[in-house]
């Protein structure tokens, strides 16, 4: 089973804006003479932040071969589905605290923290579309893609037996 990760409205114009102002910032200091040492700076931060997004911005979710994959550009999260405790739909709430990651740009992924759920890891783009993953060892995911109650029930059956 394979689920796309669809990005919110609000994603899709933070992403754009987002990457429209580095892209312009980028332009107008390359256009500035004998900077270079400030651009050099520029440009490796604005490289940095895209191989950030690239790393952790999740695609798609899919489950095969006893694992609970989240699929990023450049990297794939396996999570074996003997360690999952528990899974239920549950959508984030509006007073998560973000720790460190991102609230928009390509998604929401990184270190997010709840009054009722506590820390968790976040790889969705909607909060429509989430689902918290619990492991044996108390992590907590929350993820999220396209027919999320199919998905929790597949995990559900999956890991009850």
């Avoid at 669809?6 to 900077?35: F, H, N, R």
């Avoid at 095969?64 to 699929?71: H, K």
Wanted: charged letters at 20%.
């Amino acid at each position: 089973m394979k689920k796309r990760v669809e990005l919110s409205s609000y994603c899709l114009i933070i992403s754009a804006l987002s990457t429209a102002l580095m892209c312009g910032v980028l332009v107008y200091a390359l256009k500035q003479p004998d900077d270079e040492l400030a651009i050099g700076i520029l440009v490796a931060v604005i490289i940095l932040l895209l191989l950030s997004t690239l790393f952790y911005m999740p695609l798609y979710i899919s489950l095969d071969n006893g694992c609970l994959n989240i699929v990023r550009p450049l990297r794939v999260k396996s999570i074996p589905l003997s360690k999952i405790a528990d899974v239920k739909l549950c959508p984030p709430t509006m007073g998560a605290i973000r720790i460190c990651g991102s609230g928009g740009w390509f998604g929401w992924y990184g270190w997010f923290r709840e009054k009722d759920l506590g820390k968790y890891f976040a790889y969705y783009g909607k909060a429509s579309d989430c689902f918290l993953v619990t492991l044996d060892n108390g992590k907590k995911y929350m993820l999220g893609c396209k027919d999320a109650p199919e998905m929790v029930k597949e995990i559900a059956k999956t890991i009850n037996g």
